[in-house]
């Protein structure tokens, strides 16, 4: 695995900073966006883009400058596939500047359907694919880790609501993330990392006091990951949130 260095000086803007909000539309939905880049200290002049993207389908609309934000009237999401979650990302882009170098940016925000709830981080993207015979498995070979799940009728919702699929497959797919991230030959601690694995690492902190270890055997390394979807579980009450559906079924 190669790790990535902010060589570019481009700067991470804020979660708090950034809340996305879909709206049902006839055709396509459209969404609302509250951007807050004050005391960033960013060029005024920079323009502002707002992305949808799912795939290779992308939609881009401009929300002015840094020192002007004006949202587009039209915000319909008519390009993008809206066959799974449509991720968002904002940008800024010094235009000064002869490449349209980017100074900062935010990216994999989701919104949820139907103006339910502001924009987050989405930390796993849920894509729904032919898998055959198989439930789920967990594609670490792109830009980030995106958890594959089978395409079905209500796969959507099943994968949003059902506790004993969140209890089979999310602690799973944790660990596989961070074995993918700490037990990599070129680990050193968390010193360096960028991008996704910064995310999620800020993420596994959240769930436990001992911080990642550095570069020392794996056995420390393992036994930091089984605390962290340890807790990653009893913070989310998996198994008793799984039984007590499965006694509602049974009831």
């Not at 020192?67 to 587009?72: D, F, I, R």
């Not at 004993?164 to 799973?172: C, G, K, M, Q, S």
Request: glycine letters at 8%; a negative charge.
């Amino acid at each position: 695995m190669i790790r990535h260095f902010n060589y570019t000086k481009r700067r991470r803007i804020p979660q708090d900073r950034v809340e996305i909000e879909l709206k049902p539309g006839k055709d396509a939905p459209s969404f609302d966006a509250r951007i807050n880049l004050s005391e960033l200290e960013l060029p005024s002049t920079a323009k502002v883009f707002v992305e949808a993207h799912y795939k290779s389908s992308y939609q881009r609309f401009d929300f002015g400058t840094v020192g002007g934000l004006v949202e587009p009237v039209r915000r319909a999401l008519d390009e993008v596939d809206r066959g799974n979650t449509v991720l968002f990302r904002v940008k800024v882009v010094d235009t000064d500047d002869l490449l349209g170098r980017i100074v900062a940016e935010i990216d994999d925000i989701t919104a949820e359907d139907g103006g339910g709830g502001p924009g987050r981080y989405c930390i796993l993207p849920v894509n729904f694919v032919d898998l055959g015979e198989e439930m789920w498995r967990l594609a670490l070979g792109g830009d980030r880790p995106v958890l594959e799940v089978n395409k079905f009728p209500g796969a959507e919702a099943f994968v949003r609501s059902d506790a004993v699929f969140a209890a089979l497959v999310y602690p799973e797919a944790v660990r596989q993330v961070l074995w993918n991230i700490v037990l990599d030959d070129d680990w050193e601690g968390v010193d360096g990392l960028s991008g996704w694995r910064e995310m999620w690492i800020s993420f596994a902190r959240t769930l436990t006091a001992d911080e990642p270890p550095g570069k020392v055997d794996d056995e420390e390394r393992e036994e930091w990951i089984r605390d962290v979807v340890r807790a990653f579980c009893e913070r989310l009450k998996l198994k008793t949130r799984m039984l007590e559906t499965r006694q509602q079924e049974h009831a």
